[in-house]
């Protein structure tokens, strides 16, 4: 037989072969993620068997088990548009569930393997003018407790797809449709798939919950679309050909040496996707190029980049490029596909940019041109707000459906968002924590049966109405076990047996206990039975306890009105023998004589600054060490209360970034506190135009973060949490080694350990610096500080101070908003920087002082949060500063064009 032939027979084999033990892992595969899929054909009509899918045999179910509301339609598309399209939309989109009623339906999606583990979320939608109108709505979809994304259609014939890749907190999982006066919402098909663990990795730290919405995935070279069974996470990739000077090369025939085989990645990209990639026309071609505008230049995207060689190379020849990112090396090594083997390359880029432009640039080594086979491109989307208490939803669920309960607004999440809260419920909000149940009202809800036991798993009931229902059985001894619980109403209804004497015991610890034939001084059939020898020893006891009380409370308000009288002559005359009783220093801090300070502060002849309390003068002890000495004036009622606070925070609490208490002086009339010297004053006058030295954006990094770690522990370290409401550069000090440290706590407000936020009758703080939803509401949270401090490293960026009153200059905020949003970024940064800075590390300091600086606190993330960010920012610009700057390339010679990427998924048909 002809050698040549020989050999073509053997590659023919290998191929099969190859291919076959592909197959059968595939297979294995498919049958393991499949399992776990949950595929809804919304609308669906009961009964009956769902044909299977046209697209790769998957089984939809109806969505009857899914939710209790919404109308099931089919959709009025024309036929020949449905038989013609099926493989983009698939049987699932020829019907579609309406919501005509109610502002909020949600999809049940729970599922006990769901919390913590990756997972694609898809809702489809086709509205193909199911009701006759050729109204086509917009509504919000959201997941969980937030907002998802809009959805907007182009036309009643398009489909469009919204996607996300999710990391639940919860098994519990919900997706509603929240109606937004735009016409009714609608939902034609919902899908979930879990995800290898391995891939879509995020910079988000645990917890923080960033998910990534699909902005685009491309099969470049592609003829149809591809999803299950080819791709066994089910993932949708969409055909991409070729540009007008590009050219789509396919995958040799002659496949790797046996054994070797296609080796996957964690992303699992299928291999019919790979099969294809576009490059450059002409094999001396330098540069390929795609690019996006994005509709939001604020928004971040993360881009996975899947290559492999698809042409078996001669030895001559080599494929290796570099990317840029808008003309800047983006990814440090050059890159060199592997024949047969997907490598994925993961980019991130923060916000603020106004086009984004992505380059494959041929190396001067390199003899044949770049290619790219596929590209997913998601946003980054952030869900802040943590679901209800996982075990009160469960209990909530479980007493709905036991008594059958049919409530319009009793769907998705009891207690989020807030405008939705189920009827009959009461919940508390504090901000690190998820919302608890305290209330639960269902009086004359039908309820019938016993009492039941999931209430007990609400552990944080304090108020609980079943009155006027059928409920019957004994009174369960659980609900004795409730403690928190304040309030129980069990009154009409049809009980019977003992009330449990555990209940009756809480009554006498302050349980107020409504139900028949229960009185809460003695308890049910315990009392004596003659009533009128109750009353001779009743009324005489209330009287005296009445009498008792009256006598009290004058007692009391006359204490009161002398001791006020005294801590004004305090503060008026000052007199030492008085003081004492309004001031306590317990510190192991040096007491210094009046005779002392004078000394070491030369007759107070320095002056390093003014303050509401008094003056701050310069001071040396005996040991040359320099101390800066703030110092009470006598006519301060305000700073005398400052002062007195200030000492009592710094006597318990120590921090490298928090100024240190050196001694106090506290003699007669004349007060006053010593502390650490700081060599180069406050940040405020070092960003100021009249510094010899101008901050590196190093220093000024490590100043944010230095700053950011002293509030952490006040925040987080400190038990109980202190807040210190006026964070501002003038309050950050800066010593020798521009080690910055937080001081003037004189407004500080220290919290009990079960409180989360505190109600002030008076705003305190610095305007500019102060939380709009503080001075609104007059509830001050740590989220105050938070704010305070993203004004903060808006300073740090820009140089700028936060108001300037004389020019009437805009607030530093909607400043830096202007620049923003008209994409002129550089505006914004300090221009005595002189651009030695990373851009990139610029951008992120600025999302993240615009995240801090968020009007609503819930917005705003958490000390601990901003500290991780600036580390990170930190030690990137560290690296960068070590490695030395790469210059920018720019490139623009045999330039290949991919088309623009559109901003969604949809799939337009004919009209």
Partial sequence: MDKAVMQGYVRVVLLLLSCFALTNVVNGQNSAAVSEFISIDCGFAEGGNYPEDEIGGLLYQPDKDFLESGTGISATIEQGYIHNYTALIG?????????????????????????????????????????????????????????????????????????????????????????????????????????????????????????????????????????????????????????????????????????????????????????????????????????????????????????????????????????????????????????????TIFMTRP??????????????????????????????????????????????????????????????????????????????????????????????????????????????????????????????????????????????????????????????????????????????????????????????????????????????????????????????????????????????????????????????????????????????????????????????VQGYHEFQTEVELLTRVHHRNLTSLVGYCYEGTNTALVYEFMANGNLRDMLSERTSHVLSWIERLQIAMDAAQGLDYLHNGCKPPIIHRDVKTTNILLNEKLQAKIADFGLSRTFAVEEKSYVSTKVVGTPGYLDPEYFESRRLTEKSDVFSFGIVILELISGRPTVIMNDKKPHIIQWVNFFVETGDIRKIIDPKLKGEFEVDCVWKALELAMACASPTSNRRPNMDYVVTKLKECLSAEKARKDEGNDDQVFYSEQVLELMPIAPDNSIIGPR
């Fill in 91 to 343: 049987k699932p989109l020829w019907t579609l569930r309406s919501f005509p009623n109610g502002s909020r339906n949600c999809y049940n999606l729970s599922s006990a393997q769901a919390k913590g583990k990756r997972v694609l979320v898809r809702a489809s939608f086709l509205y193909g003018n199911y009701d006759g109108k050729n109204e086509i709505p917009s509504f919000e979809l959201h997941l969980g407790v937030e907002l998802w994304d809009r959805v907007k259609l182009k036309g009643p014939l398009n489909v469009v797809r919204k996607e996300i890749l999710h990391v639940p907190s919860s098994n519990l999982l919900h997706v509603c449709l929240v109606n937004t006066g735009e016409g009714t919402p609608f939902i034609s098909a919902l899908e979930l798939r879990p995800m290898n663990e391995a891939a879509y990795a995020t910079n988000a730290s645990a917890g923080k919950n960033e998910s990534l919405l699909l902005y685009r995935r491309n099969n470049y070279g592609g003829q149809s679309l591809i999803r299950y069974p080819d791709d066994i996470r089910d993932r949708v990739w969409y055909p991409y050909p070729a540009p007008q000077n590009g050219t789509v090369i396919t995958l040799s025939p002659i496949p790797p040496s046996p054994g070797q085989g296609i080796p996957k990645n964690v992303f699992e990209v299928p291999s019919n996707v790979m099969e294809t990639a576009i490059s450059n026309k002409e094999t001396g071609g330098k540069v390929l190029t795609f690019s996006w505008d994005p509709e939001d230049s604020t928004t971040n995207y993360y881009v996975y980049m899947h290559f492999a060689e698809v042409m078996r190379l001669p030895q001559n020849q080599t494929r290796v490029f570099n990317i840029l990112m808008n003309n800047k090396k983006w990814y440090e090594e050059p890159v060199s596909p592997s024949y047969w083997n997907t490598t």
């Fill in 351 to 636: 916000a603020f940019q106004s086009k984004w432009e992505i380059q494959f640039v041929k190396t001067e080594s390199s003899t044949l041109p770049p290619l790219i086979n596929a590209v997913e491109i998601y946003t980054v989307k952030r869900f802040l707000k943590s679901q209800t208490r996982e075990n009160d939803v469960q209990a909530m669920v479980n007493m709905k459906a036991s008594y059958r309960l049919k409530r319009d607004n009793w769907v998705g999440d009891p207690c989020l968002p807030e405008a939705y809260v189920w009827e009959g419920l009461h919940c508390s909000y504090n901000d690190n924590d998820p919302p608890i149940i305290t209330h639960l009202n269902l009086s004359a809800s039908g309820l019938a049966g016993n009492i039941s036991l999931s209430i007990s798993n609400l552990i944080s009931l304090e108020y609980l109405d079943l009155s006027n229902n059928g409920l019957t059985g004994q009174v369960p001894n659980f609900l004795s076990q409730l403690s928190s619980l304040k309030v129980l109403n069990l009154t009409g209804n049809h009980f019977s047996g003992p009330i449990p004497q555990e209940l009756i015991e809480r009554t006498k610890n302050g349980l107020i206990l409504r139900i028949e034939g229960y009185e809460a001084t003695c308890g049910p059939n315990n009392c004596d039975d003659d009533k009128t020898t109750s009353k001779k020893f009743v009324v005489p006891m209330v009287a005296l306890v009445i009498i008792t009380f009256i006598l009290l409370t004058a007692l009391l308000l006359l204490c009161w009105r002398q001791k006020r009288k005294r801590n004004q002559e305090i503060v008026r005359m000052g007199a030492k023998s008085d003081r004492k009783d309004g001031f306590n220093v317990e510190s192991k801090n040096k007491s210094f004589t009046y005779s002392e300070i004078l000394n070491i502060t030369k007759n107070f002849k320095r002056v390093l600054g003014e303050g509401g309390f008094g003056t701050v003068y310069h001071g040396c002890l005996g040991d040359d060490i320099q101390v800066a000495i703030k110092v009470l004036s006598q006519s301060s």
